[in-house]
């Protein structure tokens, strides 16, 4: 399960809006039982509508905000501008972190759609995501 306030909601959302007409990114920083303590927007380093890559810059980043701050980067959301808010094959096997929370938000729609997954060893399940 994924805990997110809806300050981090719409933080998520405002950055996969801002993005367009790319797939917007970020990080998710928290706790090991999938508390969303911050969320860090990136930029699309592959600047695409179709795929995302999160900034190295960013990463490192948020690997050591994570380290001074007692955190783990528990997971990566990203946008999908064209399609429904399920993993595409791409992102299955991009997927880097078994024990990541792996956030999709839809702008396929007017009202942007936003679900989790966890991905391991290539299977794809859909987590519930508490606010």
């Known amino acids: 399960m994924l805990s997110l306030s809806i300050d981090h909601v719409n933080a998520i959302v405002a950055t996969c809006i801002r993005a367009l007409p790319d797939e ?11 508390s969303v303590v911050e969320v860090m927007a990136s930029p699309n380093a592959a600047r695409s509508s179709r795929v995302y890559e999160v ?16 955190l783990l980067v528990i997971g990566v959301f990203h946008s999908h501008t064209h399609s429904e808010a399920y993993p595409s094959p791409t992102d299955v096997h991009q997927a880097p972190d078994p024990l990541w929370h792996y956030v ?5 729609d ?5 679900r ?16």
Do not use: F, K, N
């Not at 917007?24 to 999938?34: E, H, M, R, V």
């Not at 007017?110 to 936003?114: E, G, I, S």
């Not at 989790?116 to 606010?131: A, L």
């Open 104 to 108: 999709l938000v839809s702008l396929r």
């Open 110 to 114: 007017a009202t942007a759609v936003m």
């Open 116 to 131: 989790s997954y966890r991905i391991i060893d290539g299977i794809v399940s859909e987590e519930e995501v508490r606010r």
């Open 55 to 70: 900034d190295s810059r960013v990463l490192l980043q948020a690997y050591r905000r994570a380290d001074d701050e007692g």
């Open 24 to 34: 917007g990114c970020g990080l998710l920083l928290g706790t090991p039982d999938g």
